[in-house]
């Protein structure tokens, strides 16, 4: 691997390590934990540093506080779940520099570990203060990061403090690295790409990568409506659809780059629509030259298409997927990505496919097809997935390269 990991840290008995983690989980409105999957996710690394007689601080933002302290923020909220998880007992110190902090290190035992307050509640940890960042390790030996979902941005956590201590990737950081740069950087032919979304405007650095990269791209969800406008199909509207009129000419740039490339472009050859946009509303699955001009949305893609997509992927080595295929939070209009999830898993598990899965709304959609564990990986990474999907640099895991 081209980045440091622990074990490229040498020694580690009874030097004290900064763990940046990324803890921002979901919470009712009660502060109750309600999915624990960070804090899960970051358990390896806390016990491998201990195994290797380490003392452990961990640090993590949560929520925007924007720079002031506020009880709704705190991450004295994840005590007990982080307990509950690691199997140590958790100090938690309210301030992640200072007095406070390094005199909690000094007295740090070894059935214990250290949990800091919340990085953003000091502005100058988004503006990467270094400075802030060499009073964040200040009490510290060793600085190991394993928060991937934060590694597109600058922050002093993430960079700086990174560069003030011998630095390396945690479990999880590694893991994620490992699997998206075999997804995309070095993958094995053919290469899938499920790319879905609203509108195109938001994703435009993504395809113009991915149609380079990728052998097969399958566009969906409102994205494709805009593309399947711009190949021909005058069925599609703004009445019925969520295509961008003013991105026409942008989709049919990405689709002759495409060809330039051997990237073959999947659109829908089939949709469901639907008179309202809710569950079980009143439906029917329509060819592309009969989509009603109005009083009917597109809500998903129908069978023929989804048995294209399936047989491309009996095709394929490896498949990227970022977004759903439709509005798969309305039943039954997760048909289609579930069954192409399905499949998916499937050839996963005969080992025919590597699957990497990621960002935002794509987790929720595999775990709504029951496949989320099923995959070769699933990140819980959303900016930072994407960055990556986009051929950009991360700057926390830039400078953990070797």
């Known amino acids: 691997m081209e980045y440091k990991t622990i074990e490229d840290l040498g020694n580690l008995q009874g030097k004290v390590v900064m763990l940046r983690a990324d803890l921002n989980v979901p919470m009712d409105e009660n502060f109750h934990v309600t999915n624990d999957a960070r804090i899960v996710r970051t358990v390896p690394t806390i016990k491998l540093l201990k195994s290797k007689g380490a003392k452990v601080v961990v640090v993590s933002h949560f929520g925007r506080p924007e720079g002031k302290g506020d009880i709704k923020n705190s991450l004295s909220h994840i005590v007990k779940d982080l307990e509950k998880a690691a199997g140590y007992k958790v100090v938690f110190v309210d301030d992640c520099i200072g007095e406070k902090v390094d005199a909690a290190v000094k007295s740090l035992r070894d059935d214990e570990i250290l949990l800091l307050e919340n990085l953003r509640y000091y502005n100058e940890e ?4 270094e400075a802030f960042a060499a009073e964040l390790v200040k009490p510290v030996d060793v600085y190991v990061s394993d928060a991937f979902s934060t590694a597109h941005r600058a922050h002093a956590s993430m960079v700086a403090a990174a560069k003030l201590r011998p630095a390396a990737m945690g479990l999880l950081m ?3 690295v490992n699997a998206l740069s075999k997804g995309l950087n070095d993958p094995k032919r053919p290469l899938m790409a499920i790319v879905g979304g609203s509108k195109v405007s938001t994703k435009l650095d993504l395809l113009n990568n991915l149609v380079k990269k ?11 409506h805009t593309f399947m406008k711009a190949s021909g199909i005058d069925t599609v509207n703004e009445a019925n659809s969520l295509v961008q009129m003013d991105m026409i000419e942008t989709a049919k740039e990405i689709m002759k780059t495409a060809k330039a490339n051997n990237c073959e472009i999947i659109l829908p050859s089939d949709v469901v629509v639907s008179k309202e946009f809710k569950a079980d509303a009143e439906h029917k ?10 009083g009917w949305i597109l809500m998903d893609v129908g069978e023929k298409t989804i048995e294209a997509i399936n047989q491309k992927l009996e095709e394929c080595k490896t498949l990227v ?6 509005v798969f939070e309305l039943k039954p209009f997760d048909n289609a990505t579930n069954k192409v999830a399905e499949k998916a898993a499937i050839l996963t598990a005969e080992g025919r496919l590597m699957t990497v899965a990621g960002g935002g709304d794509t987790v929720s959609a595999m775990e709504n097809a029951g496949v989320a564990d099923k995959f070769s990986y699933v990140s819980t990474a959303g900016g930072a997935f994407l960055e990556w999907m986009e051929g950009k640099e991360l700057p926390g895991v830039v400078v953990l390269k070797k």
């Not at 990728?214 to 494709?224: R, W």
């Not at 699955?285 to 109005?294: D, G, K, Y």
């Not at 997927?321 to 439709?326: D, S, T």
């Open 126 to 129: 988004k503006k990467g203060d």
């Open 174 to 176: 590694a893991e994620e």
């Open 321 to 326: 997927w970022n977004g759903p295929l439709g």
């Open 214 to 224: 990728v052998d097969k791209l399958v566009i969906s969800g409102g994205m494709a």
């Open 285 to 294: 699955t329509v060819s592309l030259e009969h989509i009603p001009a109005e």
